[in-house]
């Protein structure tokens, strides 16, 4: 054997290990590549997943609250009409005929009478338009007289001058006392719930 045919053979040694150890090198690197993409398409899929999820989280809270806003404006809206209806009593009761204000009166103030047998002078106050209707009701009941205008609708407040009693019987304590006991009723009525 030569010495050209031992290096030949080294050379074809040689050239088979570089071989055996490119297609090792090539493998690898082709098998860091795959792992890299799938890496890659899991942290994709996870990024979208993610997004996705925050995307329905925002919807959610985007139509959470415009269902909250719609609430808020329907409850409002409620409002004023609830108000407008009141208005509407109050107007109603301000310009009430003179004979059934005078009855409606005329009960408030007999109502009251009771709580001030024991006293010997008693205040009656009302609303200014109906300073000659209770000066006419007062002088029917002994120790009773108008002592001026107080800020209602209609009705009267009656004090004890002896005493601290007081009784706020006007057309507006009467009103507040059935508008809220009935204003669920009004409601159901109104918004046919």
Known sequence: M??????EDIRDEARARADEIREQ???RADEIIETAEADAEE????READVERRIEQERE?????AKLEAKQERLEARRDVLEDVRSGVEEQLVELPEETREELTR??????VPEFEDEEAVSVYGRADDA????????EFDGFEYAGEYDCLGGVVVEGADSRVRVNNTFDSVLE???EDNLKDVSEILFDQ
Do not use: M
Not at 2 to 7: A, G
Not at 61 to 65: E, T, Y
Not at 107 to 112: P, V
């Open 2 to 7: 030569s010495l050209d045919n031992v290096v």
């Open 25 to 27: 090198g090539e493998r």
């Open 43 to 46: 942290l994709l899929e996870a």
């Open 61 to 65: 809270q985007a139509l959470s609250s």
């Open 107 to 112: 009960a408030l103030l007999e109502a009251a």
């Open 132 to 139: 000659e209707l209770l000066e006419a009701l007062v002088s």
């Open 177 to 179: 006392g059935v508008w």
